[in-house]
T-cell receptor, first 115, second 114 residues
């Protein structure tokens, strides 16, 4: 597609369950980012991939969160043993390269609700 | 650490009014600065940017000037339209070593009434 695609758009789960969120970046974009946006807040950085490798995962809040990008394209954010505090909109973005442009293309997000 | 502070909303204006949304930053050095916009039902998109002091970014009638003296990057538009109703986010780029991330403010909701 032309833009960044995220699925599912909406996910409701119960506390303690495992969740996967998928991101399909713009074709040819080598850099991919995950952010989390809580209600009334700006997006917070989680992790940055350059190609297949996680160049910076300093924003992951704890070891329940993990992300992969095995072929340098699609990425999956995985959350284990979900907690109510994980409820947020998870945003994925891509950029053509990992250079210092700051020009990211965002998807519409996956809204996660943990009951 | 690096941070961005922007004025709280919501900001409610009548069509054709003048808009200012304040943004200040704290950072080491002189990072690139950005305004992103999120229209209802859409993803965040870049509105404008400035990469060094005294640069002016502009797009769609919006402008912002990088002021290092006041560490500010205020967003302005001379005459807003209903279609400008959205949430506006100020951001700075934290880049260096393995780091390549945008640090966002909390966002300002703009509602323009006809």
């Amino acid at each position: 597609g032309a833009g960044v695609s995220q699925t599912p758009s909406n996910k409701v789960t119960e506390k303690g369950k495992y969740v996967e969120l998928r991101c399909d970046p713009i074709s040819g974009h080598t850099a991919l980012y995950w952010y989390r946006q809580s209600l009334g807040q700006g997006p917070e950085f989680l992790i940055y991939f350059q190609g297949t490798g996680a160049a910076d995962d300093s924003g992951l809040p704890n070891d329940r969160f993990f992300a992969v990008r095995p072929e340098g394209s699609v990425s999956t954010l995985k959350i284990q043993r979900t907690e109510r505090g994980d409820s947020a909109v998870y945003l994925c973005a891509s950029s053509q390269s990992g250079g210092p442009t700051g020009e990211l293309f965002f998807g519409e997000g996956s809204r996660l609700t943990v009951l | 650490g690096n941070s961005v502070t922007q004025m709280e909303g919501p900001v409610t204006l009548s069509e054709e009014a003048f808009l200012t949304i304040n943004c200040t930053y704290t950072a080491t050095g002189y990072p690139s600065l950005f305004w992103y916009v999120q229209y209802p039902g859409e993803g965040l998109q870049l509105l404008l940017k400035a990469t060094k002091a005294d640069d002016k970014g502009s797009n769609k009638g919006f402008e912002a000037t990088y002021r290092k003296e006041t560490t500010s990057f205020h967003l302005e538009k001379g005459s807003v339209q209903v279609s400008d109703s959205a949430v506006y986010f100020c951001a700075l780029l934290d880049y260096g070593g393995a780091t390549n991330k945008l640090i966002f403010g909390t966002g300002t909701l703009l509602a323009v009434q006809p």
